[in-house]
């Protein structure tokens, strides 16, 4: 007795990945998530926060911070990219949220955009669904975001690499399909070769010919004995009525 297996609907199929990467993560996640908290200390503590506090305070003010007054001598915050002051998602996050609520969602945002990037980039290189799903959570996972957890710029920027080296790849099939069909159209088997002089008549033989280029009419023995009867009204007959040949060309 053969058991048949019910597969899901296609559209279900292919979102089970996506929301089994974002559910993990958000699990991965949990004291954030869950529980409400934050990382805290070093240079989260020192660094980050009053940095972003006063991009918060900027953007809630209606104008873009160029410079920390209340930072030492003062400080460029446009200059310093770990600000990250035209940056998309700080543009959006900070700028509807608290300073610590922002600095939250952040990190589980670009956590989750780095296992779905992973997850396509996974799919970009002919890994199945199961094989992607997996490339996803090691890649958002992984000691290079557990080691530099508190600084921002670590995920903000290492999650859209997997997503940058898919769309490379796939720009790389495109030429490389695009170049293989103009080189088949170039250079042809040698059976084509072959099969266009068999289906190519020959050019007819270029005989010797005079010093005008015409060629001679060769006329076999039994040929010239009938022009030897004729007679001379009919042999100059012949003569005007016979277009002359050709010039022999090459």
């Known amino acids: 007795m053969t058991r048949v297996r019910k597969r899901l609907p296609p559209r279900l199929e292919c979102a089970l990945p996506w929301a089994l990467l974002l559910g993990i993560v958000l699990i991965w996640l949990a004291p954030i998530t869950l529980g ?3 990382p805290v200390g070093g240079d989260v503590t020192s660094f980050f926060l009053p940095i972003m506090s006063y991009y918060h305070r900027a953007l809630a003010a209606g104008r873009i ?3 920390n007054e209340l930072w030492g001598f003062g400080f460029p915050v446009l200059a310093e990219s770990q ?3 035209y940056y998309p998602p700080h ?4 700028g509807l949220f608290e300073t ?7 990190i ?3 956590s989750v955009l780095a ?3 992973a997850y396509l980039c996974g799919r970009s290189f002919g890994l199945g669904r199961w094989g992607a799903t997996l490339t996803g959570i090691v890649f958002a996972g992984n000691g290079f975001f557990i080691i530099h957890f508190p600084h921002q710029w670590s995920y903000t920027t290492a999650c859209w690499m997997p997503l940058a080296v898919a769309l490379a790849w796939q720009t790389i ?3 490389g399909r695009g170049s293989r069909v103009e080189s088949q159209k170039e250079v042809e088997s040698p059976e084509s070769r072959v099969q266009s002089q068999t289906d190519t008549p020959p050019s007819p033989p270029c005989q010797g010919g005079d010093k005008g280029g015409y060629q001679k009419n060769v006329e076999g023995p039994a040929s010239q004995d009938q022009n030897s009867v004729k007679s001379p009204e009919s042999r100059v007959q012949s003569q005007t009525d016979t277009p002359p040949s050709p010039p022999c060309q090459g």
């Open 91 to 94: 543009l959006l996050l900070y």
């Open 115 to 117: 296992a779905w990037f």
């Open 100 to 106: 610590e609520v922002a600095y939250a969602i952040n």
């Open 36 to 38: 409400g908290r934050m």
């Open 173 to 175: 099939k495109v030429e």
């Open 108 to 110: 589980v945002l670009h």
């Open 83 to 85: 600000t990250g002051v």
């Open 65 to 67: 911070p160029l410079w």
